[in-house]
């Protein structure tokens, strides 16, 4: 079945929006460099480095599955996710980001067709 043409934007801009900050970690950040915004958190200080390497694959490999429409409905578990936590744990107080963590969220939602 042919994907309809906002659906498809719809797609590839959330497929963007992980892969491109996961490359943008991996080579201008550096591990090092998430390491040390992680570990600002107390959700990850016991082992930044590790979560800081989880964070860089976990965003360039669902943002490639999302871009590559695979298995979807699945696909965004680990970015949604992700962007909960950078909501709560980076943007609070920031609520022009805070609210566009939350539809980045809603969007990958109805990618993925969950039902509520």
Same mark, same amino acid.
């Given at each position: 079945?042919?994907?309809?043409?906002?659906?498809?934007?719809?797609?590839?801009?959330?497929?963007?929006?992980?892969?491109?900050?996961?490359?943008? +970690? /991996?080579?201008?950040?550096?591990?090092?460099? =998430?390491?040390?915004? $992680?570990?600002?958190?107390?959700?990850? !200080? #016991?082992?930044?480095?590790?979560?800081?390497?989880?964070?860089?694959?976990?965003?360039?490999?669902?943002?490639?599955?999302?871009?590559?429409?695979? +298995? /979807?409905?699945?696909?965004?578990?680990?970015? =949604?996710?992700?962007? $909960?936590?950078?909501?709560?744990?980076? !943007? #609070?107080?920031?609520?022009?980001?805070?609210?566009?963590?939350?539809?980045?969220?809603?969007?990958?939602?109805?990618?993925?067709?969950?039902?509520?």
């Amino acid at each position: 079945m042919k994907e309809k043409p906002l659906n498809l934007l719809n797609r590839i801009v959330l497929g963007l929006v992980m892969l491109v900050p996961g490359l943008m +970690k /991996l080579f201008v950040s550096g591990a090092s460099g =998430v390491s040390g915004m $992680l570990s600002g958190i107390a959700l990850f !200080s #016991w082992a930044p480095m590790f979560w800081a390497w989880v964070l860089i694959l976990a965003e360039i490999l669902f943002g490639i599955a999302i871009l590559a429409k695979y +298995k /979807l409905e699945y696909t965004v578990i680990p970015p =949604v996710i992700i962007l $909960l936590v950078a909501a709560f744990a980076m !943007s #609070w107080g920031s609520w022009g980001s805070f609210f566009l963590h939350l539809a980045a969220i809603s969007n990958l939602a109805l990618l993925a067709k969950w039902k509520f």
